[in-house]
């Protein structure tokens, strides 16, 4: 009954991952080709560009970039730093911007905040202040928060730790060093009826020789700024300095960036931080269409497979009453190794999104070591106590002997390897502290030997002439 209840299971679950990546190339084939307006052919009516009749592209405009400390774009303390009248839309460009400080920015330096202005063609002679605020772009160009832990030699820097205690909690001003402007580059015809929803408060339309028109669609890329962009700023500064790319996209990559910001920002709502999606922004700004997809494709079929994979052995572990020709010290060190990486995935402040599978999967481990180690619990206290339960049989006694045969092999080769390494890593690697040196060094072992403590398995699966008694479908999902 059990068996068949895990093939339907197994089952079920191959055919929700087959809609959703049905469901999830669909939506982007969707994106990226959006519905198309054809004079003539298209019920209702069309949206055309405003584009160069002889060329049938997009003109030059102009484009300005100011600062100011407030949403202002005009206001008496706002800094234009750059613009340029004669600007195509179809070339990328890096602008090198030196901001220098005034008396009123510095009292706002917390609260910065950056306009891209995109002058239509027949407006970029004029006045800037008197453009349609739909083609004004505003973003944060400077914001305060906690700056990373810094790190030192522990030996040789040690008395500076007590200096940076009292700064490691105190918020300080960082400025963005990179800001991505991005305007699409295809002239498309929309249909007025069926408008992309992503990109509907992007547009600015007007009704010019009798027909819809509209100009680019401009805005700023919120998606392709990373944390690793934040530099401190100092208290002797006078100048900050960034970068602003712009680059044109397709309609599909816009609206890809749009929706993803949008999920992004309702995740922060439920208490997510930026840091969570810092990663898997990258995704979707460096990463080929193509090869988005593919990446899609093969981490959906990961997740599968180590759902798979996790099944089995948990039904494994949980009929087994007998450790005959199983490893108790792989399962103590898979429980041991699990542990820390955890601590280490909290001590670097990693996602969420990874931190909390390894948190489950520790619980998992500790699970099957109390199965290995045949734990008992007593409840005549207060405090449940746990008690290893001592009644082997004589062919588990074999085993044990083996395996600790094995494990005395195995100690000879690692114990000077991981005691070298730790020494080498304080002597010439700096760390945040001495926690962060002992959970380091015992995360790389783990990472660089882990593999060799399957070895205890292996030699006594030769010992005992046996696999027989391997959970063999986990193995083979976790190998796939």
């Not at 068949?4 to 990546?21: D, E």
């Not at 609260?111 to 407006?123: G, Y």
């Not at 027909?211 to 100092?234: A, G, V, W």
């Not at 039904?315 to 108790?328: A, P, Q």
Request: charged share 20%.
């Amino acid at each position: 009954m059990m068996a068949r209840f895990g093939s339907v299971i197994s089952v079920l679950s191959v055919a929700a991952v087959a809609i959703y990546l049905g469901n999830t190339f669909h939506s982007l084939y969707n994106l990226f080709h959006p519905e198309v307006c054809i004079p003539g052919k298209t019920q209702g009516k069309c949206i055309y560009p405003l584009v160069d009749r002889k060329t049938g592209k997009w003109p030059l405009h102009g484009l300005y970039i100011r600062v100011s400390p407030s949403s202002d774009v005009f206001g008496p303390d706002t800094v234009e730093v750059y613009q340029n009248k004669n600007f195509n839309l179809y070339k990328e460009i890096d602008i090198d911007v030196v901001l220098k400080l005034n008396e009123k920015l510095k009292k706002s330096i917390n609260k910065l905040q950056l306009h891209a202005i995109l002058l239509p063609s027949d407006q970029r002679d004029t006045n800037p202040a008197l453009v349609d605020e739909r083609l004004v772009q505003s973003s944060k160009l400077t914001l305060s928060k906690v700056p990373e832990a810094s790190t030192f030699n522990l030996i040789s820097d040690e008395k500076v730790e007590k200096k940076d205690d009292k700064k490691k909690l105190t918020k300080a001003p960082h400025i963005r060093s990179k800001i991505f402007l991005a305007a699409v580059e295809d002239p498309l015809i929309f249909p007025l009826s069926n408008l992309p929803s992503e990109i509907l408060r992007f547009l600015r339309m007007e009704r010019i020789d009798n027909k819809d028109q509209y100009y680019p669609i401009f805005t700023i890329d919120e998606m392709s700024s990373r944390l690793r962009d934040q530099i401190e700023i100092k208290s002797n500064n006078e100048s900050l300095y960034f970068t602003v790319n712009y680059r044109p996209l397709s309609i599909g990559k816009l609206r890809m960036l749009i929706s993803g910001q949008a999920s992004f920002q309702q995740f922060q709502q439920l208490g997510f931080t930026e840091k969570d999606f810092d990663e898997v922004k990258g995704i979707y700004t460096d990463t080929n269409f193509y090869f988005l997809i593919l990446t899609v494709f093969v981490s959906t079929i990961h997740l599968l497979l180590d759902f798979l994979s996790f099944k089995n052995d948990i039904s494994f572990w949980k009929s087994r009453d007998s450790m005959v020709g199983l490893s108790t010290k792989t399962v103590i060190w898979r429980c041991i190794s699990q542990t820390i990486i955890f601590f280490y995935l909290f001590d670097e402040k990693t996602s969420m999104l990874v931190l909390l599978p390894s948190g489950f999967g520790v619980l998992i481990e500790l699970w099957k070591l109390t199965k290995a180690l045949k734990v008992e619990w007593s409840f005549y206290t207060i405090i449940p106590l746990p008690k290893i339960g001592s009644n082997k049989s004589k062919e588990e006694q074999e085993t044990d002997e083996i395996d600790s045969e094995a494990m005395r092999y195995l100690s000879i080769l690692m114990i000077p390897l991981c005691i070298g390494g730790a020494i080498y890593s304080l002597l010439y690697i700096p760390h945040k502290s001495w926690y962060s040196w002992i959970i380091n060094c015992l995360a790389k072992g783990v990472y660089a030997f882990g593999f060799l403590f399957m070895l205890p398995q292996l030699f006594l699966n030769y010992k005992l002439k046996s696999v027989a008694h391997l959970p063999w479908r986990a193995f083979m999902y976790k190998v796939v």
